[in-house]
């Protein structure tokens, strides 16, 4: 099996740049010259002695001692010449083969075995890495399988809730038309009870309708797209207000914004997003009228967008659930939709290859309480007090919600 390789190693620093091999050929290089020496020393010192023509019992001992000094250097020499040659064989080779074997495994060859017979803690060390190396093919392996399978069921899924939702709306038509015709026909014959109840089926199926319209949405994301590009963010949020121009203008909500740049993305799921979040900021709305802002900063390869408004706010414990498919925090009867809004956003993102996330949420990169340019952006009348009939899940002392998400930064300008 060969995977990506490992990244290059660090370079060693210091006294470290040197191979081992080198500094035993250079400490060996220095010996073999202090031994040289030292041999010169003494047959010099033994000549000028047998030139002072010594007493023949000195002359005699002078001999004695010259044999065994060179007997003395032939051992040493004999004892150095073994030392190096079991260094450089059972030591420098040793060492020379494990570093070219983790060199093969780290180039991309996973399945290469790692082993050397000697020295003992080589032997071991290399028998604990070769363990290491196969436990880590082996779960490798395992991810890679379950990725493939993964992917595959997910595929599947999406592709079952496409055909599904797309199949179910011809029947649910079905049922609100001709529920709806029922009561046009037969009303006057129906009791109050039975028009209650035909008003209870027309309410289920649009709402089922809804439902699977919101599905569709969500399953055509990174499926069924124009592929990504260069797209101006400010073109994308114009396209979100003129499709909420309506909502806007009946609430009375004022939308501001800073300077948008362009990113890399999908100009249609951007639309969405910047629609489905300034939509949230609508409905989710206190008693003042809404006032929605829409910033930006670069934050290195990314640009940190943020929405914020001056709504009932969500509390923090909440900052995750609300990002899950079909999570709602208040009852239907006060705040109609299917909870799938956010978790749709936060799919757009997450494809797009950024993040997304409640401000004062679990997310390492937010950065708690509203920004000081966007609470200047609105206007300090409108963010109100703590509302003493928010629902469930809102935050008392709140002054509306802020999300935060990014985006890639374009290749192109700005």
Known sequence: MSIHPLPPPKKPTGLGRLPAGRWFLLVGALAVVTFAAGVIVVMVLISEARALDPRPDVAADLDHLNVVLIVLFALQLAWGIGLGVMVRYTVLKPIRQLTEQVRTVAGGDFDHDLHVNRPAELAELSSHIDSMRARIVTAWRVASDQADELRRSNGDLEQFAYVASHDLQEPLRKVA??????????????????????????????????????????????????????????????????????????????????????????????????????????????????????????????????????????????????????????????????????????????????????????????????????????????????????????????????????????????
């Open 177 to 414: 038309s001709f529920t709806q015709m029922l009561e046009q026909r037969y009303g006057t014959q129906l009791d109050d009870r039975a028009k209650q109840y035909i008003h209870y089926a027309v309410d289920g199926a649009k709402r089922m309708q809804l439902l699977i319209n919101d599905l569709l949405d969500f399953s055509r994301v990174g499926r069924v797209t124009g592929g990504k590009g260069p797209v101006e963010s400010g073109a994308a949020l114009d396209r979100a207000l003129e499709n909420l121009s309506a909502a806007i203008e009946d609430t009375e909500t004022t939308v501001t914004r800073d300077e948008l740049p362009r990113v890399n993305g999908d100009q249609t799921q951007l639309t969405q997003l910047f629609q489905n979040l300034i939509e949230n900021a609508i409905k989710f709305r206190s008693e003042e009228p809404p006032r929605v802002h829409i910033g930006v900063r670069r934050d290195g390869d990314m640009w940190e967008f943020h929405c914020s408004d001056n709504g009932i706010g969500v509390e923090a414990k909440y900052a995750d659930r609300i990002f899950l498919i079909f999570q709602r925090l208040h009852p239907r009867d006060v705040y109609p939709g299917t909870g799938i809004g956010l978790a749709l956003c936060r799919k757009i993102v997450e494809y797009h290859g950024g993040h997304l996330w409640l401000d004062g949420g679990p997310d390492p990169d937010a950065h708690g309480a509203m920004d000081t340019d966007v609470r200047d952006a609105m206007d300090p009348d409108t963010l109100g007090g703590p509302d003493p009939h928010a629902p469930s899940g809102t935050d008392p002392d709140a002054h509306g919600a802020t999300f935060r998400w990014t985006l890639p930064v374009s290749r192109g300008r700005r």
